[in-house]
């Protein structure tokens, strides 16, 4: 077995490179990985395929901690509920103080003891009464982090007008600015309409297939044309 497998997180539902060690994991198995949140639940998705061997992305593969028991299942179960309560009731205390931000998303620390409330705004918000409110109600470290739409749409989800789960919330680990121009430079037709994403910027996508725009085969007499 390789050293480096395939996992889809259980809670952003992203496939994420995961070095194993020593450990032994296969194609259905649950296991505890590494994550800026102390620890997320995932399984086991791929061994073999290219994708999670690739030599340039190894480094960027995160560790496991141990094979998911039966307990830490029941953890993330009861964290996922405790997320959708804290969720709620941000969203009413935002509406009690007449705040112009979106609460996104909510992520509590596997060891209970900080949630990260993320939001979108078009400029800077004065929550400082609102964290003092759910640090007493939830009795825990509070920290409201500001994320732009690309990164709302990455952590939502959702499906693309491919048909596909958004590149974002699937594979992507940055995002590359993307322009107009490489829209142009493919000859599409500017419809916003056509050419934005669910976050409502460009398609990622359109950096993706300006890559291969380099080399395209001549229609007329088959000759390989270099861009």
Partial sequence: M?????AKSETSGRLVRVR???????VGDRCIIESELGGDLAVVVDETSTYCHNPKAAKMAVSVIRKAAPDDIRKFEWLREKEAEAYDLCLKRITAHNLPMKLVAVRYFF???KGIFYYTADGRIDFRELVKELA???RMRIEMRQVGVRDEAKMIGGLGV???CLCCSSFMTTFAPVTIQKARKQQIVINP???SGQCGRLMC???FEEQTEGRMYSQSDDRLIED
Avoid: F, M
């Fill in 193 to 195: 309409t056509k050419i």
């Fill in 136 to 138: 007493k109600e939830l």
């Fill in 205 to 207: 996508c359109l950096g």
């Fill in 111 to 113: 060891n209970e003891k």
């Fill in 20 to 26: 194993v060690g020593e450990l032994a994991l296969h």
């Fill in 162 to 164: 491919c048909g596909r």
């Fill in 2 to 6: 390789s050293d480096i497998i395939c």
